[in-house]
C-alpha cells in the first residue's frame, strides 16, 4: 500500500482503512487526492494546490462546480422536501422534470421512469424492451444486441451487454446472461456482418442497444451518424426496439443536446445520466417512445412494469436536474461546447506528432489522444498533475472532457499539460 504523505488530512489516513476504491486493485493504489473544495472548473486540494479540472467527474459537472443556479434550486428544495417515496406520493420537481425532458426529446420519446444511476438506468431500458414483447404474447426475445467498444455499466445485468474482451467485465463472462455482441456497422464489410448476426438472430432479440455518436468508457471511439440512421433501419426491418444509451451524450457533451437530435435518429428507448444534475446529486432517467409505453398500458396488473428504486424521483436530485435544464436554457451551452471542439483542436494538435501517440481525435467538448501500448499512464498522470491539472488517463486513452463553462485560459493550460506530459 502507499505510504501516506506527511501532509495528507487525518481524516484520510484514518478512513483509507475502511475505503473501498472504484476500479482499483487496493494494494497497489495509490492514494487518491484529498479534495477539499471546488469550484467552476477547479479543484483544491488539502494541501492548498488548486487544480484545474480535465474531466468534469466523470463527465458530469457540465456547467462548473458550485454553480449558484444548482446550489440554491437544491438549498431551496432541502428546505422544501429533500424526498418522498415516489410510489403513491408525487412532488412537483420530478414531474416538471419528467415534463421538460419529454419537450426536450424528439419525437414521442415522452414516458420519464427515473432512477438513480446509470446502470439501473440502462437495466430498467433492457427490463422495458424485455416485456414490452411479453406483453404482446411474443416469446423468445430475450437477448440485446450491442456492440464490442460499448459500455453501459458495472451491474451484473449491463456487464453483460459491454465489451465482452476489452471491458472490465470478462471474468464474469461465464456467469453473465448471453447476449448477441456485433461490431458497430461502420463500413460495408462490418454492415454486411450485422445484417448477417441479425438474419441469424433476430427472432431472439428484444432490442439494438447502442452509445450514440461516442463509446465512451470503452475508448472514447467515435462514430458517423450515418451508422445510427443504420441502426434505426435495421432495428426496423428486423421488427426490433433501438435503444439509445445517452448517459454521456446527453446534454451537450458530442454538440447538440442529444446525440440522437443532432443525429436526426429517433430511438424507441434512451437512457440518461451523467450530467443530468450538473453534476451534483445522483439521477437518472428511461425514456421510452409512446408505443413502448402503449405495450404496457393494460387491464391486465402483470402488464405493468414492476420496478421502483426506493430513492427514484429524489426531489433534491430532481431540483438540481430542473435547475441545470434552466442553465441550458438561458446560458449559450451548445455554443461554448463548440467553442470547445475548437480550442481542443487547436491545442492538442501537436500531440499528433509525438511518439506513442496513435490517434488524435475530437468531438463536441471530447478531445482524445489514444497512445500506443507502450506508454507508461501512471507516469502521463504525474506529469499532468505537475502541470497542475487533474485528468484521469485509462488504458491507452488520454482524454479531456471539461465542463463546458471553462474559461478559455484554463483549457489552454489544459491542453498544454496534456501536449508537456506526453513529451515529458
Ligand atoms: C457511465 C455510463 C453508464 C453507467 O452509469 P453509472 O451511473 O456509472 O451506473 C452507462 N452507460 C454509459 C454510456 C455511461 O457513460
Redesign the pocket.
Known amino acids: 500500500m502507499a505510504q501516506p504523505d506527511s501532509a495528507e488530512p487525518h481524516w484520510l489516513s484514518d478512513g483509507f482503512e475502511h475505503i473501498w476504491l472504484p476500479y482499483a486493485q487496493m494494494k497497489t493504489a495509490q492514494r487518491p487526492l484529498p479534495v477539499v473544495a471546488s469550484s467552476g472548473s477547479r479543484l483544491t486540494l488539502a494541501d492548498g494546490r488548486v487544480l484545474i479540472d480535465g474531466i468534469a467527474s466523470?463527465?458530469t459537472a457540465c456547467h462548473g462546480y458550485n454553480h449558484p443556479h444548482i446550489a440554491e434550486a437544491v438549498r431551496a428544495q432541502l428546505a422544501q422536501m429533500p424526498h418522498v417515496m415516489f410510489g403513491g406520493l408525487a412532488h412537483e420537481q420530478a414531474y416538471r422534470l419528467a415534463a421538460r425532458l419529454s419537450a426536450l426529446l424528439p419525437g414521442d420519446l415522452e414516458r420519464v421512469f427515473f432512477t438513480e444511476?446509470?446502470?439501473?438506468?440502462?437495466e430498467v431500458a433492457m427490463k422495458m424492451a424485455l416485456q414490452y414483447w411479453m406483453n404482446q404474447g411474443v416469446c423468445g426475445r430475450t437477448k440485446m444486441l450491442s456492440f464490442r467498444g460499448?459500455?453501459?455499466?458495472?451491474?451484473l445485468a449491463?456487464m453483460a451487454v459491454c465489451d465482452p474482451e476489452e471491458g472490465m467485465h470478462t471474468k464474469f463472462a461465464g456467469i453473465l446472461a448471453q447476449h448477441v455482441i456485433a461490431d458497430l456497422p461502420i463500413d460495408d464489410a462490418s454492415l454486411a456482418a450485422l445484417r448477417a448476426v441479425l438474419e441469424q438472430h433476430h427472432r431472439s432479440l428484444a432490442a439494438i442497444l447502442v452509445?450514440p455518436r461516442v463509446?465512451?468508457?470503452g475508448g472514447m471511439v467515435f462514430h458517423h451518424d450515418a451508422v445510427l440512421r443504420q441502426l434505426r433501419a435495421l432495428a426496423d426491418e428486423f421488427g426490433l426496439l433501438l435503444i439509445f444509451?445517452?448517459?454521456?451524450?446527453g446534454f451537450g457533451r458530442t454538440g447538440d443536446l442529444f446525440a440522437c437530435t443532432g443525429a436526426g435518429v429517433l430511438p424507441d428507448i434512451v437512457?440518461l445520466?451523467?450530467a443530468l444534475t450538473g453534476g451534483t446529486l445522483?439521477l437518472?432517467a428511461t425514456i421510452a417512445r409512446r408505443h413502448v409505453f402503449e405495450a404496457f398500458w393494460s387491464d391486465d396488473g402483470d402488464a405493468a412494469l414492476m420496478h421502483g428504486p426506493t430513492f427514484m424521483g429524489n426531489a433534491l436530485a430532481c431540483a438540481a436536474a430542473n435547475a441545470s435544464l434552466d442553465l441550458f436554457e438561458r446560458e449559450p451551452r451548445l455554443a461554448q461546447v463548440a467553442a470547445i471542439e475548437t480550442a481542443l483542436m487547436q491545442g492538442l494538435a501537436p500531440c499528433r506528432h509525438l511518439p506513442h501517440v496513435r490517434d488524435l481525435r475530437v468531438k463536441g467538448a471530447i478531445g482524445v489522444v489514444e497512445l500506443d501500448e507502450g506508454a507508461d499512464l501512471r507516469a502521463i498522470q504525474q506529469a499532468l498533475l505537475a502541470r497542475g491539472v487533474w485528468v484521469r488517463p485509462f488504458r491507452t486513452i488520454v482524454y479531456l472532457t471539461p465542463a463546458f463553462t471553462i474559461a478559455q485560459d484554463e483549457l489552454a493550460t489544459l491542453t498544454a499539460a496534456v501536449v508537456g506530459a506526453l513529451k515529458a
Not at 444511476?117 to 440502462?122: I, L, M, T
Not at 460499448?150 to 451491474?155: E, L, M, Q, V
Not at 444509451?245 to 451524450?249: G, N, R
Request: overall charge negative; proline content about 3%; glycine content about 14%.
Open positions: 466523470w463527465w444511476s446509470g446502470s439501473v438506468a440502462v460499448g459500455y453501459h455499466g458495472d451491474t449491463t452509445e463509446q465512451g468508457a444509451d445517452e448517459i454521456f451524450t437512457t445520466s451523467k445522483p437518472a
